[in-house]
């Protein structure tokens, strides 16, 4: 996952491959909790890893509910009974029932922290207000600006007692123990806020069903299918709920949650629009599949597809996958009620850009109460990109632009946010875009970017390129690896290669001199050298240390220095340069391997003060060393370095030079990323 500030992203061209999508937040979130509340244990399969279902997990285990990783799958043991049960209107006693863990006597409420997961938050404020207990429920500071007030005034018609400790009618709450619940009269909830309103109360309502219990809905209930969800949900959790269309449903009495045994979590229909929605603009020749989801999935969001059809895409499908390619182009603008569809819309909304003329997406007004205001965030990000935007109550309008501007996007802590603003990066301007805070994607798909970049193709000099040269102990290689972690770049040690291929030579025996040079860069070409992480292995054996030593590095030095080796070794090093871009350190990146280099530094740092760093280095690690004997051998090696005939050490003609003798790691490393931002056709906002 990108844990970077910003995410550049280059022109990109073309898409093909297959995407593995991960599971659905929606299903992932309502099985844990309907497990939780289940008698037995529940075996899941692919469930969603995200920042989402890790507070609802930690919820749990903080309520006493057993959870145990076994392989790829999880065992969720629902919560053991109460020694009675509670009390229900008319003095009929509600049947024994799951019940978490009680905050101990004397302690007060027990604390639950929810982040911005609404799928945990509305579902489990329903279900501790119905168990009994003293709860603090919290999250994030945009979850306290998302309301929650028509599911409290829901509960509290059952009796439940609810208090807000902020704002009326939006978390954090407390939850007190109810004396009683009244179950008799049809519960009103509001169904044209959110449908997570309802979905709370439909699974929380079946651990009192002591009767047939009536939920009524108020006004038009939006986004019905991620109620058609929670019903499928609670059909295998052994809760069949009766209904009448969409403003009534009933709990039937004696309603009780079984565990299914086990249960497979369905990949997510929403996080599949990105890749759709990229078929439809970038598959040209070989389609984008995605697979883990199909045309007959239960979730509402897949009928994205009917949208990105009607917009030109071709689309088939089997049991668990979908093909995506290109059709019409451009694409055709559309006039389409979202009101089934919410999350999804949103990528409808940057796929607008790319449109024959202006798109108008309706019956969206939920975008405002969910992780931001969406339409006010989409309009405003969309304008920067060039588009014309009209942002109604309830609507999104969207002229494509005339002119495409490069723009860093706000993403305003939303994944979804983040995603489908990556699609921009298609633009036929060759524009570039910039993606703020991209790591908010590990709200529901962690791995999004590395996904993305998996089935996306662009021309090499479209892809950016970091070169950090300088001489032997200039600190270039932690300077260059740093840069490449603050943006989310490869990293590219091309000293590695030359000590890893100076360490196979003299294992094998050879001399490195030109007697065996051809011998050597025969070998060279196909040395299975593996990076991960911070170890190099070379055929399966970690070889880190070993090329690391000084021996290690004057090998380098001389396997370097014979032609038909530099140039085995130049294709390997090139073939680095992947999205969404590449740190490379060495003597002769910016001159020789990667001319085209947007950004070449060459570090200065004197022979003197490195002498004093590899001497502290050496010093540190127990290893024997005097400052003269080091100073002196730096000065031969830079002279052997800067003499050869073949890519002899100099800076680029067009490098920065940095004299970083009296600076820190994080001033150099602050210098180079205000270089990289100068070179930027964007100034970020």
Not at 54 to 71: E, T
Not at 446 to 470: K, M, N, Q, W
Not at 579 to 584: E, H, Q, R, S, T
Request: aromatic share 6%.
């Amino acid at each position: 996952m990108f844990a970077t500030a910003f995410l550049d992203l280059p022109p990109l061209e073309e898409a093909a491959g297959k995407v593995i999508l991960p599971g659905s937040k929606s299903i992932s979130n309502r099985v844990l909790l309907l497990a939780a509340l289940s008698e037995g244990t529940t075996v899941i399969h692919d469930l969603l890893e995200s920042d989402d279902t890790k507070v609802m997990l930690d919820a749990l285990r903080a309520l006493g509910c057993s959870v145990v990783h076994s392989g790829p799958s999880l065992e969720i043991t629902g919560f053991s009974p109460p020694p009675s049960g509670g009390r229900s209107g008319g003095g009929r006693s509600a049947p024994e029932r799951p019940h978490p863990n009680p905050p101990p006597k004397g302690e007060g409420a027990k604390r639950l922290f929810l982040g911005n997961a609404g799928t945990a938050m509305r579902p489990l404020t329903a279900a501790l207000a119905l168990l009994g207990g003293d709860y603090e429920v919290s999250g994030i500071a945009r979850m306290h600006e998302r309301p929650i007030g028509d599911l409290v005034d829901a509960l509290r018609q059952l009796g439940c007692r609810i208090d807000y400790l902020g704002n009326e009618g939006y978390p954090p709450l407390r939850i007190h123990p109810a004396d009683a619940l009244q179950l008799a009269a049809p519960i009103s909830v509001r169904g044209d806020v959110s449908s997570q309103f309802l979905t709370a109360l439909l699974m929380a309502l079946p651990l009192v069903a002591t009767q047939d219990i009536v939920i009524e809905v108020v006004g038009d209930l939006i986004s019905k299918p991620y109620i058609e969800i929670t019903l499928n949900m609670l059909q295998r959790f052994g809760i069949a709920v009766r209904r009448d269309g969409w403003q009534r449903f009933i709990i039937p009495a004696g309603s009780r949650y079984q565990s299914p045994g086990e249960i497979h979590v369905e990949a997510d229909a929403s996080s599949a629009s990105y890749f759709v929605a990229l078929g439809a603009l970038a598959a040209v020749d070989q389609p984008v599949r995605i697979e883990g989801v199909g045309a007959d999935s239960i979730q509402g969001d897949i009928r994205f597809l009917d949208a990105a059809q009607a917009m030109g895409a071709q689309v088939t499908s089997g049991p668990n996958w979908l093909e995506v390619k290109r059709g019409a182009w451009p694409l055709k603008a559309i006039d389409l009620d979202c009101n089934h569809i919410p999350d999804a819309a949103m990528t409808l909304a940057v796929m607008a850009l790319y449109a024959d003329g202006i798109s108008t997406l309706r019956n969206i007004a939920s975008w405002r109460v969910k992780e931001t205001d969406r339409l006010a965030a989409m309009a405003a990000e969309l304008r920067k990109l060039g588009a014309t935007v009209v942002e109604g109550a309830d609507f999104l309008r969207v002229a494509p632009p005339a002119t495409w501007t490069s723009a860093a996007i706000h993403t305003y802590d939303d994944h979804r946010m983040a995603m489908c603003f990556a699609l921009a990066a298609f633009n036929p301007a060759g524009t570039h875009v910039r993606i703020l805070d991209p790591k908010c994607v590990a709200k529901t798909f962690p791995d999004y970017f590395e996904a993305l970049f998996s089935v996306t193709r662009t021309d090499a000099p479209h892809i950016p390129v970091l070169c950090v040269d300088g001489p032997t102990a200039s600190g270039k290689g932690t300077l260059a690896s740093q840069v490449a972690h603050r943006l989310g770049y490869h990293y590219l040690d091309s000293g590695a290669l030359y000590r890893i291929t100076g360490h196979a030579a003299v294992h094998a025996g050879l001399s490195l001199d030109v007697a065996h040079e051809h011998t050597i860069a025969r070998m060279a070409e196909t040395l299975p050298i593996v990076f991960h992480a911070d170890r190099v292995l070379l055929d399966g054996v970690d070889v880190t240390d070993a090329i690391r030593t000084e021996e290690a590095g004057m090998n380098a030095s001389k396997v370097s220095a014979l032609p038909a080796v530099r140039t085995a070794l130049v294709a390997l090093q090139q073939s680095f340069r992947k999205l969404p871009g590449l740190v490379a350190d060495g003597r002769d990146m910016g001159t020789v391997i990667f001319p085209d280099a947007p950004l070449k530094v060459y570090l200065t740092a004197s022979a003197a003060q490195r002498a004093e760093r590899r001497y502290k280095q050496l010093i540190s690690k127990g290893i024997p060393a005097t400052l003269p004997a080091l100073r002196a051998d730096l000065e031969a090696r830079d002279a052997r370095d800067s003499n050869r005939a073949v890519a002899p050490l100099k800076p680029a003609e067009d490098a920065l030079l940095l004299d970083n003798s009296g600076q820190s790691v994080e001033e150099s490393v602050a210098q180079v990323l205000k270089w990289w931002d100068e070179k930027q056709a964007f100034a970020p906002r």
